[in-house]
């Protein structure tokens, strides 16, 4: 199995085409249980796989987030989270529940990048030593808090988090930029010199190239992560040399049509995710061998 843009593309086309996945609207629970039961199914039939919405959030609204978890088969107790947001937002709606906000790039470029690298790694018979959860955060346009609920919860539970990855608008590249960034603040270092350690070994041999840059505040659920004490990083598109992200975000006008009907730059961050649960979660032998053949083909790996 490869990364494959169009599976990207799908998802994406599918979660944008909610009225809105705004987290107090009705669209905002049927999207996340959308989540949930794609997820579910592309773990069926395996045993150390299950999906779950998470409702510990007192202030979602009625918006569950959504958790796949694939348990370690040597190191359970310790935990790899990959996470997206998937909520949207317009942001001159004033919270209107019938607003408007596709969200194909915030975030559910993310959430679609995170489908298809549980597609794969499920997919190849993939199992990881340690213990990953896959997540997809309710209200994180609000206040980041559905991972903030999560992130205590875990720190309350006395859960051994190993490392965070956010994927927080993937899908938007525009101009003479690098394909590939790295968040410089409210992360953690020695993760994000890991991730960029990862890019080298994985990504620039296919020609790709990074750069890194601060939001300037907690740009996203990474940071319910930072201040609950957990090792965390967040990654994202380059934008353009104008501006650090998509610029229609939070409008009508954030849509696939508006960046290039592609999902192609989000299949760099799938194919980087891969590294990041393979390498972090740690790899059984002979699976690994089948969850890296088959997404870095061309490097030759
Ligand atoms: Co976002």
């Not at 359970?76 to 947001?85: K, L, N, R, T």
């Not at 915030?106 to 794969?120: C, K, L, P, W």
């Not at 990953?132 to 988090?161: C, H, P, Q, W």
Request: aromatic share 10%.
């Amino acid at each position: 199995m490869q990364v494959d843009d169009l599976a990207i593309y799908r998802t994406i086309e599918h979660l944008s085409s909610y009225r809105n996945r705004y987290y107090a609207s009705s669209y905002g629970r049927e999207s996340a249980e959308w989540i949930r039961d794609t997820w579910a199914a592309l773990g069926a039939g395996r045993d150390d796989v299950s999906a779950e919405l998470f409702t510990g959030c007192t202030t979602c609204s009625t918006q569950p987030s959504v958790i796949l978890t694939v348990t370690g088969s040597e190191l359970p107790d310790e935990v790899v989270v990959v996470g997206a947001h998937l909520d949207s937002i317009n942001g001159s709606a004033q919270g209107n529940l019938e607003q408007i906000a596709p969200g194909a790039d915030d975030d559910a470029s993310g959430i679609a990048t995170i489908t298809e690298i549980v597609r794969i790694a499920l997919g190849s018979g993939w199992r990881p030593q340690r213990t990953i959860k896959f997540m997809g955060y309710a209200a994180e346009e609000v206040g980041l808090r559905g991972s903030n609920a999560i992130a205590r919860r875990f720190a309350t539970d006395g859960v051994e988090v190993v490392g965070v990855l956010q994927l927080d608008m993937t899908n938007y590249r525009s101009g003479d930029v690098a394909d590939f960034k790295i968040i410089s603040d409210f992360s953690n270092a020695d993760l994000r010199s890991f991730v960029g350690e990862l890019f080298d070994t994985y990504l620039l041999p296919l020609g790709l190239s990074r750069m890194s840059q601060a939001c300037n505040y907690g740009c996203s659920d990474h940071a319910s992560w930072t201040s609950a004490g957990f090792p965390a990083v967040m990654v994202a598109e380059p934008g353009s040399p104008q501006a650090p992200f998509f610029p229609r975000l939070h409008t009508t006008g954030d849509t696939l049509a508006n960046m290039g009907d592609s999902a192609a730059n989000s299949a760099k961050f799938a194919r980087f995710g891969l590294a990041f649960i393979g390498e972090l979660a740690k790899t059984s032998a002979a699976a690994g061998d089948r969850i890296f053949g088959d997404g870095f083909e061309a490097a030759g790996r």
